[in-house]
């Protein structure tokens, strides 16, 4: 098991995740990172979530990978 955190970020802001989760191995990580993003995504408000971008760190701060959210939105059309 392994303690990972979620921060999203885009040129103006920056949302820290305090609590952070337990998974598996990096497969599981990666699903839950998409289920952030997915969440963000679906929740209220006009906000254009393409050029945000998900980080996913261990317990001591180390960058694991990054999401942007455009992954989970797709481009636009």
Same mark, same amino acid.
């Given at each position: 098991?392994?303690? +990972?955190?979620?921060?999203?970020?885009?040129?103006?802001?920056? *949302? *820290?995740?305090?609590?952070?989760? !337990? *998974?598996? #191995?990096? +497969?599981? =990580?990666? @699903?839950?990172? =998409?289920? $952030? +993003? @997915? @969440?963000? $995504?679906?929740? =209220?408000?006009?906000? #254009?979530?393409? =050029?945000?971008?998900?980080?996913?760190?261990? !317990?001591?701060? #180390? !960058? +694991?990978?990054?999401?942007?959210?455009?992954? *989970?939105?797709?481009?636009?059309?």
């Amino acid at each position: 098991m392994t303690h +990972i955190y979620f921060h999203c970020a885009n040129s103006e802001r920056v *949302v *820290v995740d305090p609590c952070g989760i !337990e *998974v598996e #191995d990096l +497969i599981e =990580a990666h @699903q839950r990172a =998409a289920g $952030v +993003i @997915q @969440q963000f $995504v679906n929740s =209220a408000g006009p906000v #254009d979530w393409r =050029a945000w971008t998900l980080h996913v760190s261990d !317990e001591e701060g #180390d !960058e +694991i990978f990054v999401m942007p959210f455009s992954y *989970v939105l797709g481009r636009p059309h």
